[in-house]
């Protein structure tokens, strides 16, 4: 079955430290994966997007990584502040023209 | 605020009452979406209009019904709603002659709470 997996478990990291976020998929083969923050109450930010064919992409003190062999994206906060404490979500996009399939969300607390 | 504004903001609901959601985006978009967003669960996909035609329905129940009567504005007619309906409903707009590249821009949402 197709399962987009991210960190279920809230992710406590202190201020000033890198957080990692993970976004597993299975039996998808998405073009471009995309992630977004959420804040409570809120609706989802747009932050980064990374193409099939990109291993890295970075903006300020984020990175992302794209593995299409291990089916597996790797979002990083360097730097980390408490303001960054929100839930993170990991989103597919299979064709350019297609919709997008959302994880549940990692939620991350930067503790200071 | 992202361009994207939803109304009301909180909704509270009989089971027996009809209300209306409302979306409205004046950032240029043409495909405009409905999320529902429940504890726990992943954003699920409910209806798409693209250039105000609705190109999906993702096995909604009939209770409820959009709306897109212009590409700025977008509606979800509630009826006889159900206590598992209580949910975040969020609005979405995007660009799609842009493509991924911007991705999804997203309202704040209704809180939505059927009793």
């Known amino acids: 079955s197709q399962k987009i997996e991210q960190n279920s478990e809230a992710l406590n990291i202190q201020e000033g430290k890198t957080a990692t976020l993970t976004c597993n998929y299975t039996?998808?083969?998405?073009?471009?994966l995309q992630w977004y923050r959420q804040d409570p109450g809120r609706g989802p930010v747009f932050l980064l997007l990374i193409r099939e064919n990109e291993k890295e992409k970075r903006k300020e003190r984020l990175k992302v990584t794209f593995d299409t062999t291990l089916k597996q994206s790797l979002f990083h906060i360097t730097a980390s502040q408490p303001a960054d404490s929100a839930t993170y979500l990991c989103a597919l996009v299979l064709n350019r023209d297609d919709k997008i399939i959302f994880g549940k969300g990692t939620r991350l607390h930067i503790l200071p | 605020e992202t361009g994207v504004t939803q109304t009301p903001r909180h909704l509270v609901m009989g089971m027996t009452n009809k209300k209306s959601l409302k979306c409205e985006q004046h950032l240029g978009h043409n495909a405009m979406y409905w999320y529902k967003q429940s504890a726990k669960k992943p954003l699920e996909l409910m209806f798409v209009y693209n250039f105000k035609e609705q190109t999906e329905n993702n096995s909604v129940p009939s209770r409820f019904s959009p709306e897109c009567p212009n590409s700025s504005h977008l509606f979800l007619h509630l009826h006889t709603l159900q206590p598992e309906d209580s949910a975040l409903y969020l609005c979405a707009s995007s660009h799609p002659v842009q493509g991924p590249n911007y991705g999804y821009t997203f309202g704040s949402g209704t809180r939505l709470t059927v009793v």
């Open positions: 039996n998808y083969s998405p073009a471009y």
